[in-house]
């Protein structure tokens, strides 16, 4: 099955609540496989149709902090449309599962992959994973409103899978029972019910200069322990599924002078080249950035410090300053005599073929230039 | 003023559990005028209670029974919507009895 196939799939077994979505490429066909579930009958989620992204964002945040297990679903323009939302999604502490299906904003206008979308809302609170593949997508989506609804956590978790690349190509995909999902993801108990008469609530209350820096402060906490969670949800998840996943995945680093460090899809392809490059001899390997939310800066630097070079590939672009991976990247091997290289690649859904990935390792080899971003396949 | 609470110390959120906070007295911006009833024209619509912008009007189960000068604003809208014109604005000064009652007594709840 398909990416956006096998989330809905996730959905329908973990049988959220409230799932307030608008379609949009390329994450439609999750939706629409989750709307053929609904309207068959196999889940008794709550759907709504609402006619507009903000839309989407707001019901949900009213349905989670309700307390009703709630998911969304969505991509490029439509996540711009909501990132004002999930910003106070994230301050009200609304646990919501978003799917993303990583589309190029607007413009020019676009429909395929770039992470653009997802590096709009990388401040706004919201946890950031990256799937690499359909079962990535899948196996995260069930971990994912465990995480969110951890107490000293309660953000807004978003599961990004590359747009076309992951969404729309068909793989075999490993379901786990419905019941092990039910038992795995439990039942969504709310701190504080926005419906609960008996013990009357403010949510979301006006919060003057004494009090916004704390409020503020309160998510960098949730944040950090949302790392925690992370580690110990992909544990429980391992017992149940035989797949562990981590905030980054080391490949083929323990002995590797070289490597590259990257988000979603790609890093698919920068195993393969790994596996060829090493046939030939090369010490070459990669790190798979799989939450780039919170960033796992201590992992990175400890599995990084050892290498000699280390090219940092982005799918999204900071006019004016470095690319966000790079940054965090750089930010975490600070001081550590380890030369990082910037590259951008593949905006707009430009493919990165596996020449052009050996072709980074080889500039590697010839020395990293600290001071430029290099831009793949791009004509000047 | 209590101390201010650190990060560590606010619900999640800000969220804010009424009954485990004051509740601040919002009457300040009152000027000149307050409401007062004459009880014995009410008829108990309680349009006045479902106008009242802030918590102002006091009810006892279904009968309404005055204000809560606390947090009445004088905003007028109370004495704005009652159509039998037992409200009315009266000067800050002006001796009320409890809950800004005129004299006379009430009709009470019709369907009691």
């Known amino acids: 099955m398909t990416g956006a196939e096998a989330v809905a799939h996730a959905m329908r077994q973990i049988q959220p609540d409230v799932v307030p979505v608008y379609p949009i490429t390329p994450q439609t066909p999750i939706v629409e496989t989750f709307a053929g579930f609904v309207s068959d009958g196999r889940v008794a989620t709550e759907m709504i149709d609402v006619e507009s992204e903000h839309s989407a964002m707001s019901a949900a945040v009213g349905a989670a902090l309700a307390g009703a297990r709630t998911m969304t679903a969505t991509s490029s323009q439509g996540l711009a449309?909501?990132?004002?939302?999930?910003?106070?999604?994230?301050?009200?502490?609304?646990?919501?599962?978003?799917?993303?299906?990583?589309?190029?904003?607007?413009?020019?206008?676009?429909?395929?992959?770039?992470?653009s979308d997802s590096?709009?809302?990388?401040?706004?609170?919201a946890v950031q994973l990256f799937a690499q593949n359909a079962q990535e997508a899948y196996d995260l989506t069930v971990m994912a409103p465990r995480i969110a609804e951890r107490r000293d956590v309660l953000l807004p978790v978003m599961i990004c899978q590359d747009g076309f690349t992951v969404t729309h190509a068909a793989e075999p995909v490993v379901l786990l029972d419905d019941g092990a999902v039910r038992d795995f993801v439990g039942d969504y108990e709310v701190?504080?019910?926005?419906?609960?008469v008996r013990r009357v609530t403010t949510h979301g209350p006006f919060a003057m200069p004494e009090y916004y820096f704390e409020l503020k402060h309160q998510q960098v906490e949730a944040m950090a322990a949302a790392l925690d969670a992370l580690a110990d949800v992909a544990r429980e998840f391992a017992r149940i599924s035989?797949?562990?996943?981590?905030?980054?995945?080391?490949y083929a680093l323990e002995d590797a002078e070289r490597a590259v460090v990257l988000l979603g899809s790609t890093a698919g392809t920068a195993k393969d080249v790994v596996d060829d490059l090493r046939r030939d001899g090369e010490r070459v390997g990669v790190l798979e950035v799989r939450a780039f939310r919170p960033f796992p800066e201590e992992s990175v630097r400890a599995l990084l410090s050892r290498l000699a070079a280390v090219a940092v590939l982005d799918r999204a672009v900071s006019p004016g300053a470095r690319p966000p991976l790079y940054a965090e990247t750089a930010t975490a091997l600070h001081g550590l005599p380890v030369a990082v290289q910037s590259y951008v690649y593949g905006l707009g859904g430009r493919d990165l073929y596996p020449a052009s990935l050996r072709e980074v390792f080889a500039e590697l080899t010839a020395g990293a230039s600290g001071s430029e971003t290099r831009y793949l396949g791009l004509r000047r | 003023m209590p101390p201010l609470k650190g990060a560590s110390e606010l619900a999640a959120g800000g969220v804010v559990v009424r009954d485990e906070v004051s509740q601040p007295r919002t009457a300040g911006w009152r000027t000149g005028t307050k409401p007062a009833v004459d009880l014995s024209r009410c008829v108990n619509c309680l349009l006045c209670w479902v106008y009242c912008p802030d918590s102002a009007v006091v009810i006892e189960g279904t009968t309404f029974v005055g204000f809560d000068y606390a947090f009445c604003k004088g905003c007028e809208i109370c004495a704005e919507m009652c159509a039998p014109g037992a409200i009315t604005m009266v000067d800050e000064a002006t001796a009320v009895s409890e809950h800004g009652r005129l004299g006379g007594e009430g009709v009470g709840d019709p369907r009691s």
């Open chain 1, 119 to 125: 590096m709009l809302a990388r401040d706004s609170g």
């Open chain 1, 81 to 115: 449309l909501m990132v004002e939302v999930v910003y106070l999604a994230a301050a009200l502490r609304a646990p919501i599962v978003i799917a993303v299906g990583n589309r190029a904003l607007s413009g020019p206008i676009n429909i395929h992959c770039d992470h």
């Open chain 1, 242 to 250: 035989g797949r562990e996943y981590r905030a980054v995945e080391p």
């Open chain 1, 191 to 196: 701190p504080y019910p926005l419906l609960d």
